[in-house]
């Protein structure tokens, strides 16, 4: 046999050895050690395609949450709460143009094809093939204008990041679970923290709340936040909420109860079982990512951040032995295309182990606050009481900052981003996260009726979001503790909001953001429209 001839098989044998053992058997023992239990419904639904994914309103094989007049999620989305019939949409209304959009992405797409180069495994595997006329199935980045993320993106508008029928969530979310992954990346605020790190002084360990971009093969995108913590693990009650874990079933949790309330200010989440060999390591393009790449004495692939706070292994994720549960979260479009800006949070907690804030002191700080702009007029004040009691509801801590879209300008609603510490202790109710509310004792019409419906057992917010977070991949996303946190909160919240009303009076308190009449509830002309 010719010299040349032998050296490419032999290349040939080797890398298809090396395929096998570091591909294809992991991905057969992550199959194997996948909890059937827990997945079997999802997996028999993914491998339907579209036709078996159950929608938000259907009840079909969800019986622990059915009741005799059938699904408690569908009467609530239902109600004429959830039916608030909007302004037609105009351009201005609108976040983004479709040909816009369309463009900026088809220049993306464009980019990425001319810059992107394989590493240097898959480029000699493709030569040495190509030496040999074997051909080497490739996966090239597709472009779809009808692709699930790019129309959540087009939906966008002044009031809410969807409309409350679209369709194209429930797409969004299946496409997250299934879609394949072409590359891996650290986040662009984890990248700006390079070369700002002093491991000597840890203050708030990032290696604690990993997380990465994965871009899809539909050109989508979303955070992949790994599994830090089992379900039923509270957070220690001597953590400090800056150094708590990040936790992507609060994230996955958190998105159910946006749309519950009918904020929809979360982008959409998904939860999905990522194979960390497969999916990250063998198709990212950054060295700095594979090489915190390893495996442990239990044979597991882990990985962890490569000194953003935390420089450790110790502090890595690990699959079992590849495969890692963890949440996608749906990227809003880029800043250079629909910018927007990071607020400061008025009710800002003290970031160090001393320090306290003014409104932890000054009982009558609200009233410091309605005098500032833009708190002294328009909705944004009411907006911050929105978030507040959303995060009361599910424990986080650690809203520092808020973001708007600035197209929208000082009216715009509020994104509801980053809710991975919430849910971490079920047994404790931390009102201080109340305090917008109990200091200003104000309330929008819309979400104290909403409020009201979801404290009533027909409608019981428990229950609601039980039905809805099975729809989930990796239900059961919360404990039953959690669960039921849930409805010790809202109680508690409608406690605040009564003495407030006793001691303002209720036409102090409640503000009117929409207005009803006996043949449809509409939206207040001046009001928020929420």
């Known amino acids: 046999m010719r010299r040349d001839r032998l050296l490419v098989a032999i290349a040939l044998v080797t890398l298809l050895a090396a395929d096998v053992h570091f591909i294809l058997l992991p991905r057969l023992r992550s199959w194997y050690h996948l909890p059937r239990e827990s997945c079997s419904c999802t997996n028999s639904s993914l491998e339907s395609g579209a036709a078996a994914t159950v929608p938000w309103t259907t009840s079909q094989n969800i019986t622990a949450v059915s009741t005799e007049r059938g699904s408690k999620l569908e009467r609530l989305f239902r109600h004429r ?30 980019r990425w094809e001319s810059v992107v180069v394989p590493y240097r495994l898959k480029k000699f595997y493709i030569e040495a093939a190509a030496a040999s006329n074997i051909t080497i199935p490739n996966h090239p980045v597709t472009f779809d204008p009808e692709a699930s993320w790019l129309q959540f993106h087009l939906g966008i508008n002044r009031y809410a990041l969807y409309s ?59 955070m992949f936040k790994p599994m830090r913590q089992e379900r039923h693990e509270e957070t220690p009650e001597n953590f400090f909420y800056f150094v708590d874990f990040q936790r992507h079933n609060a994230e ?19 939860g999905r079982f990522i194979n960390v060999t497969g999916d990250i390591l063998y198709i990212t393009h950054n060295e700095e990512l594979r090489s915190v ?37 749906a990227y809003l479009p880029g800043l250079s295309i629909a910018p927007r800006i990071s607020i400061p949070n008025p009710w800002i907690r003290a970031y160090s182990f001393t320090g306290r804030e003014e409104w932890e002191v000054n009982p009558l700080y609200c009233d410091n606050i309605k005098k500032l702009y833009p708190y002294n007029s328009g909705n ?11 995060d009361f509801l599910t424990g986080n801590m650690d809203r520092h900052h808020y973001e708007i879209f600035t197209k929208f300008g000082d009216d715009g609603f509020l994104l509801h981003l980053d809710n991975a510490r919430g849910f971490g202790r079920h047994s404790h109710d931390e009102t201080s996260i109340l305090a917008p509310l109990t200091q200003c004792c104000m309330i929008k019409r819309s979400t104290l009726f909403r409020l009201k419906l979801l404290a009533r057992s027909e409608y019981r917010l428990s229950d609601v979001m039980r039905e809805s977070l099975s729809r989930d991949p990796l239900t059961p996303v919360l404990t039953e503790d959690h669960l039921q946190a849930l409805d010790r909160r809202l109680d508690q919240v409608l406690r ?12 102090q308190v409640v503000i009117t953001d929409i207005v009803e009449s006996s043949r449809v509830t509409t939206s207040h002309p001046g009001g928020s429209n929420r």
Request: charged content about 25%; some cysteine; glycine content about 4%.
């Open 81 to 110: 709460l959830y039916n608030i019939r909007l302004p037609e949409l105009g351009p201005e209304e609108r976040l983004l143009e479709e040909d816009e959009l369309v463009n900026y992405c088809k220049r993306k797409v464009s």
């Open 164 to 222: 409350r029928d679209d369709n194209i969530i429930d797409r969004l979310l299946r496409d997250m679970q299934t879609a394949r992954v072409i590359s891996a990346d650290f986040t662009q605020d984890e990248k700006a923290l390079k070369g700002a790190c002093d491991c000597s002084q840890v203050v708030k360990p990032s290696g604690l709340h990993l997380k990465l971009a994965l871009k899809l093969q539909d050109f989508g995108k979303a």
């Open 252 to 270: 996955i949790a958190a998105f159910h109860l946006d749309r519950v309330l009918d904020f929809r200010r979360v982008p959409p989440v998904a």
């Open 293 to 329: 790449f390893f495996t442990s004495p239990a044979n597991n692939t882990c990985f962890f951040a490569k000194c953003l706070y935390v420089c450790k292994s110790e502090y890595a994720v690990c699959g079992h032995p590849d495969l890692l549960e963890g949440s996608m979260s």
């Open 380 to 390: 944004r004040l009411l907006n911050i009481i929105d978030m507040a009691i959303f």
């Open 496 to 507: 605040t909001v009564g003495m407030c009303v006793k001691k303002l009076g209720e036409t």
